[in-house]
């Protein structure tokens, strides 16, 4: 679906911003006395992969031995304090720790982080996988489509294959007219497209215009309506693949124009003519036969 940027904004701004929400030290003692991370976060109702990151950052801050199990007494020995001795930035070693929780040698600090990892479906470092997985979904929808319709195409993989450098999911071996529009070759997106993810994609989808013509962005968890604004650069933002009433393929329509430039075209007649055939009569004749008159014998 399309949305109104009015709209938009107004979700947006009901949200909150993760880099906005303050960890506060209550919480982390909270943390101390024994209350999960799961806990807090439900109390805040913040996302856990958010309250994690923001108490591995408290920690790497003000208490560091929290990381280290309290009955290993030789730190050095283990990959944490080795991740630690390397990187002195602080900020890769919490991304560090958040994608890797098993390095860190403090069990029930390990174990909270990495509940609070898999149970978040917004915010995890694992939604990288479940977006490239989606992404893959929705691209052997998108497939699935053009051979149930027999429009012939080539994959990103099978273009590459052949020496493509930059390619789009699907290049339409035969385009098709859609409300006005040639469509060439289509970009699938499984996300919705707001201004964040307009500006990352722009470049790429006119990239592809510029290469193999004129094509359509699909983004089918919608967009902001006033973003569908690169139709004269060639582009068409979509958030479905179109309905099979309105595709018309290339090949259909040249026919079509075709058959309308003969129709309206001046025609020249040519009379029909009928040749008179005078039929050749044979005379029947019919042979006159003389009978011969019969004899009788003289006894």
């Not at 940027?5 to 943390?31: A, C, H, T």
């Not at 329509?253 to 058959?259: E, I, R, S, V, Y």
Request: glycine share 4%; hydrophobic share 30%.
């Amino acid at each position: 679906m399309s949305m109104s940027r009015e709209d938009f904004k107004s979700i947006y701004d009901s949200m909150n911003d993760k880099d906005d929400i303050p960890f506060l030290k209550v919480q982390y003692s909270n943390y101390i006395k024994g209350k999960s991370i799961i806990e807090i976060s439900t109390d805040l109702n913040i996302s856990s992969t958010i309250v994690a990151k923001q108490i591995l950052n408290h920690i790497l801050d003000t208490d560091v031995k929290q990381l280290y199990s309290i009955n290993n007494i030789n730190h050095t020995n283990t990959d944490l304090y080795k991740l630690l001795s390397v990187k002195t930035d602080r900020e890769s070693v919490l991304k560090k720790l958040m994608k890797t929780p098993e390095l860190i040698d403090n069990e029930r600090l390990r174990v909270n982080i990495q509940q609070s990892v898999y149970s978040d479906d917004n915010c995890s470092p694992l939604i990288n996988y479940i977006r490239s997985s989606t992404g893959s979904e929705y691209e052997f929808l998108l497939q699935e489509k053009l051979f149930q319709l027999n429009i012939p195409y080539q994959t990103e993989d099978q273009l590459r294959k052949i020496g493509y450098p930059k390619t789009p999911d699907i290049k339409l071996e035969v385009p098709f007219a859609y409300r006005g529009y040639i469509i060439n070759w289509i970009e699938s997106k499984a996300s919705f497209c707001d201004d964040h993810n307009y500006k990352n994609t722009k470049d790429q989808i006119i990239g592809y215009k510029n290469r193999y013509g004129p094509g359509m962005a699909i983004f089918w968890f919608g967009f902001i309506d006033d973003l569908n604004n690169l139709q004269e650069d060639g582009v068409l933002i979509s958030d479905r693949f179109p309905d099979f009433e309105s595709i018309e393929l290339l090949n259909d329509f040249n026919q079509h124009l075709k058959g309308m430039i003969t129709t309206t075209a001046t025609t020249t007649i040519t009379p029909t003519i009928t040749p008179t055939i005078t039929p050749t009569i044979t005379p029947t004749i019919t042979p006159t036969i003389t009978p011969t008159p019969s004899i009788t014998p003289t006894p």
